[in-house]
């Protein structure tokens, strides 16, 4: 039996390992209209965009019946406005956006979009109105154009170059032989980890959503890239209602509010000044980091928990 059950486990395992990766491909790609483990109501109306403000109301969710993994999450993150949410790894911080983007929906509560319960929009519409700036971008066997055009296939050279230059790729791509015509992929120029951020940031541009997903983790990036590639997020998220999940806390300082989310629950919230004066979690978690940037050398080489 033993022998039996081993490697039923295994493959149990790579089953949801590789689940999860398609589900992060998805996030990756922006597939948005294939049906999902949810479902358009018949004849739901497409999601009516005013500000762009998210509610997360009483949100509970578990993704086996059984185990709770978020337990109750109240926030609002205005039109507009930055919400950060740190904590451990495991805590619940990218079930957040998943909810957010609708690959699942909540086991109990409501998440609203300017008011409107997101299961009762029809899901395009919704994922129309978000961006998401995944952790690691995949790039498509095309050209460096096309991968920033994705999302928008309609758009104009203009805005492809405008989008590059926010973006901080445009001087990379310019100077190519091919420009935006240059093959990138598994087929073309292999471009860095941070190369393929600025292009899933330029993608973003072009997408123009009033809703914004961030996953960070420019953990990967080179200190002198990372703080690049900040300050283009930062650019990006300027009057778009942004959610970032925070791996090191020096970009999380001038969020609206902070969340320190903890096996699903939040345990902190506030702004960055506020949480260092309660001296709790998150004050501790800043002073590792402190001293992890000190020992290093260096203040964004730090690393929070993922
Ligand atoms: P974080 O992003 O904060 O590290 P996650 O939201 O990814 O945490 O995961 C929270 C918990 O949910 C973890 O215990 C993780 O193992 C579990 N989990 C994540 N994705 C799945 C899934 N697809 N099926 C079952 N459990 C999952
Ligand atoms: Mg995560």
């Known amino acids: 039996l033993i022998q039996l059950f081993v490697p039923l486990n295994v493959l149990g395992f790579v089953y949801r390992e590789i689940k999860q990766a398609l589900i992060d491909m998805e996030h990756m790609f922006g597939l948005m209209d294939e049906p999902r483990e949810v479902e358009d109501p018949a004849d739901a109306p497409d999601l009516a965009v005013a500000g762009g403000e998210v509610r997360f109301e009483g949100v509970r969710f578990d993704y086996d019946g059984k185990r709770p993994i978020l337990k109750g999450l109240d926030f609002t993150v205005p039109a507009g406005r930055t919400l950060a949410i740190v904590g451990p790894s495991g805590a619940g911080k990218s079930t957040i956006a998943r909810l957010l983007f609708r690959f699942y929906d909540v086991t109990d509560g409501a998440i609203r979009i300017d008011g409107q319960d997101i299961r009762t929009v029809s899901q395009a519409s919704l994922r129309r109105a978000i961006g998401i700036v995944p952790q690691d971008t995949v790039l498509f066997n095309d050209t460096i154009g096309y991968n ?19 973006a901080q790729i445009a001087p990379f791509v310019e100077q190519l032989p091919d420009g935006y015509d240059t093959m990138v992929g598994e087929r073309g120029l292999k471009l860095s980890g941070g190369e393929k951020q600025r292009v899933a940031i330029a993608r973003t541009i072009v ?32 009057g778009r209602t942004t959610l970032m999940v925070a791996h090191r806390l020096s970009t ?45 050398g260096d203040a964004s080489t730090a690393d929070a928990p993922a």
């Open 148 to 166: 920033i055009a994705y999302g928008r296939p309609d758009a104009d050279p203009e805005t492809i170059a405008e989008a590059a230059q926010l």
């Open 207 to 238: 997408k123009d959503p009033p809703i914004l997903l961030l996953d960070e983790a420019t953990s990967a990036l080179d200190t002198h890239t990372e703080r690049d590639i900040q300050a283009a997020l930062e650019r990006v998220s300027q």
């Open 252 to 296: 999380v300082v001038g969020a609206d509010e902070i969340l320190v989310l903890d096996r699903g629950e939040i345990v902190e919230r506030g702004r960055h000044a506020e949480l260092l004066a309660r001296n709790g979690v998150y004050a501790a978690m800043w002073q590792r980091q402190q001293t992890a940037a000190d020992d290093a």
